[in-house]
């Protein structure tokens, strides 16, 4: 009888304590999370709607961040892991073309539907290589001359890691004596 009760006190211990550790997990993960809800104050979030190719962007509060062309239905262009941390991130058309091209936004995902605004510059023809590291360049380039495909000037631009942000890393203009020969005859 005494074994009984003291089996029946012992599973009766042993569930309290599961309990107490279930209570103090819970209230780490809340507070974890409250960390993360703080971190995000300066985050854009950003929602995706596929089926109308459209994306709709909620800049930080307090941010004064304004979109470049307010009339631009803002698309996305490409979704790829362009900094190699394992999460979709997203470049996105913003609008406001002239000679030099579009403006072009990428933001690059912290939490689920919080981005990180990394890069805002005009790009033209468009296109990216991934470096041996996963980390993606973005190339642009665009005619120095219109309507001259002769002298090209090339720019690419890759991610900083210490700066957390997409920096221009070359700039030169790409010249073709033979194109611009032809051109002329």
């Not at 979709?88 to 936004?105: H, K, N, P, Q, R």
């Not at 990216?128 to 996963?134: I, T, Y």
Request: glycine share 4%.
């Amino acid at each position: 009888m005494k074994s009984t009760i003291g089996f029946i006190l012992l599973i009766l211990i042993s569930c309290k304590t599961k309990q107490e550790r279930k209570n103090t997990t819970d209230k780490l993960s809340l507070t974890q999370s409250n960390k993360a809800i703080n971190n995000i104050d300066s985050l854009f979030v950003i929602n995706e709607k596929i089926s109308e190719h459209f994306v709709r962007i909620i800049p930080p509060k307090n941010s004064g961040f304004q979109f470049p062309d307010s009339s631009a239905k803002i698309e996305p262009y490409k979704n790829a892991d362009f900094n190699a941390d394992g999460k979709e991130d997203i470049l996105v058309y913003l609008g406001a073309c002239g000679t030099g091209g579009c403006m072009y936004g990428l933001f690059l995902n912290q939490n689920d539907n919080f981005y990180k605004l990394v890069f805002m510059d005009y790009l033209k023809n468009v296109d990216f290589k991934v470096q041996k590291n996963g980390l993606w360049t973005i190339e642009s380039s665009e005619e120095v001359e219109p309507y001259n495909p002769s002298k090209i000037k090339m720019t690419t631009f890759k991610f900083d890691l210490s700066k957390y942000q997409y920096i221009v890393d070359t700039t030169f203009i790409y010249y073709d004596k033979e194109l611009e020969q032809m051109m002329n005859e």
